[in-house]
Nanobody
Framework: QVQLVESGGGLVQPGGSLRLSCAAS????????MGWYRQAPGKERELVVQ???????NYADSVKGRFTISRDNTRNTFYLQMNSLKPEDTALYYC?????????????????WGQGTLVTVST
């Protein structure tokens, strides 16, 4: 079974830093895109950042210059380094990955979501 497992959320004071990790496991042929989304209370889920297999990135304007995505292709793991955190960054963060993976014996193009990890920025 292919899945994403997140870690790294928690409580941090404004101006602080956190690093989120997302590891993909299972029978994976390749991962084309990886990304992070977030959903704050009462709001819709929004894209934070996405990275392609070629290394191209797309950041939300609200996090540019503060957040950095990176990936370790050899381990099918990617990270979100969050610096200069603000209270408005408080949300449930989800990792997302899309690519060619085995669903049983069949190779398919699948999109996976992590279970979500809570980031709270508060004094």
């Amino acid at each position: 079974q292919v899945q994403l497992v997140e870690s790294g959320g928690g409580l941090v004071q404004p101006g602080g830093s956190l690093r989120l990790s997302c590891a993909a496991s299972g029978s994976i042929f390749n991962i084309v895109t990886m990304g992070w989304y977030r959903q704050a209370p009462g709001k819709e889920r929004e894209l934070v950042v996405q990275i392609t297999s070629g290394g191209s990135t797309n950041y939300a304007d609200s996090v540019k210059g503060r957040f950095t995505i990176s990936r370790d292709n050899t381990r099918n793991t990617f990270y979100l380094q969050m610096n200069s955190l603000k209270p408005e960054d408080t949300a449930l963060y989800y990792c997302n990955a899309a690519g060619h993976m085995y669903n049983g014996p069949t190779l398919r193009y699948l999109e996976l979501w992590g279970q979500g990890t809570l980031v709270t920025v508060s004094t």
